[in-house]
């Protein structure tokens, strides 16, 4: 019997790369967008595609319960739906990111296969401890809540045998991004000095991660943060103005 993983979020960027490495391990992928998919990079055969906004009660709730009369009972559930829209950025983002994600969740809560693993991820941000200029304050705030509603639903839906995590990555290349970053190579280089790792990770990068967690090799691990930015975040300003300025100290702090 395989695996159903469903992925909130999945039509493009970092969720559709979730998407296709959970189909390429052999599992049923089902991804649920408020549009459909568009353009080269857009639909992946096999891939089911059910458009629903997530923060409608209404469109949600069909969708949840299409998808699992069609396709199954859920193995794993991703969630990486982010607010893109042009009205109030406040209320957008917690009803996008926070609202929508409990109300998945709860809707899910019932509809797991009773596996011995099942999973939750919850797609953050390192926006949840530090501050992004270029996102505004309600993505700060919504993406510091997830890490908490991770660890919420780990306490109460563990004795139902769901697991449920949070990844939180630093910017990523996405196949949407990549001609952006290839245009700027000064923002690349500045990647490569500050990295510990040297360079900017990719959206399959933090797909493997989630598939780590949505996987049995994980099957101990819950109400974690895993952050995926190549050591940005631990490194300490005095290295980071080393690295800056002396360019032999980048490996040798
Ligand atoms: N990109 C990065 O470098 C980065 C870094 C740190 C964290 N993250 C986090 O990773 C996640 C994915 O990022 P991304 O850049 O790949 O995002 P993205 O390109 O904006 O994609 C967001 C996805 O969420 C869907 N979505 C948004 N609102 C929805 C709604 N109301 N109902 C249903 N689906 C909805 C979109 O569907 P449609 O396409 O149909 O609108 C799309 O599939 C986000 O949570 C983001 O905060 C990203």
């Known amino acids: 019997v395989t695996e159903h993983v469903l992925v909130i979020g999945g039509t493009r960027g970092i969720g559709r790369a979730v998407a296709r490495a959970q189909q390429a391990a052999?599992?049923?992928v089902s991804v649920v967008g408020a549009h459909p998919p568009e353009g080269a990079g857009g639909a992946t055969p096999a891939i089911r595609h059910w458009v629903a906004d997530v923060t409608n009660e209404a469109e949600r709730t069909r969708a949840l319960s299409e998808i699992v009369d069609e396709c199954g009972k859920l193995t794993h559930l991703v969630l990486l739906q982010?607010?893109?829209?042009t009205g109030d950025a406040w209320q957008g983002e917690i009803e996008t990111s926070l609202t929508a994600s409990r109300a998945v969740i709860e809707a899910c809560a019932e509809r797991f296969d009773g596996r011995a693993d099942n999973s939750i991820v919850l797609v953050g941000s390192v926006a949840a401890r530090f501050v992004a200029g270029e996102q505004p304050v309600g993505y700060h705030v919504a993406k510091a809540a997830l890490e908490q509603m991770a660890r919420y639903y780990a306490v109460t839906l563990g004795p139902r045998g769901v697991r449920v995590n949070c990844v939180a990555p630093a910017t990523v290349l996405k196949e949407e991004?990549?001609?952006?970053?290839?245009?700027?190579?000064?923002?690349l280089d500045l990647y490569r000095r500050v990295v510990p790792l040297g360079r900017m990770g990719t959206a399959e990068e933090v797909a493997s991660v989630v598939g780590f967690l949505c996987s049995?090799?994980?099957?101990?691990?819950?109400?974690?943060?895993?952050?995926?930015?190549?050591?940005?975040?631990?490194?300490?300003?005095?290295?980071?103005?080393r690295r800056l300025t002396i360019p032999d100290e980048r490996n040798t702090i």
């Open 177 to 187: 991004s990549a001609e952006f970053y290839r245009r700027q190579p000064e923002i």
């Open 82 to 85: 982010r607010f893109r829209g």
């Open 216 to 241: 049995p090799a994980a099957s101990f691990v819950t109400g974690q943060v895993l952050v995926v930015d190549g050591g940005v975040s631990v490194l300490g300003q005095e290295a980071l103005a």
């Open 26 to 28: 052999g599992h049923t």
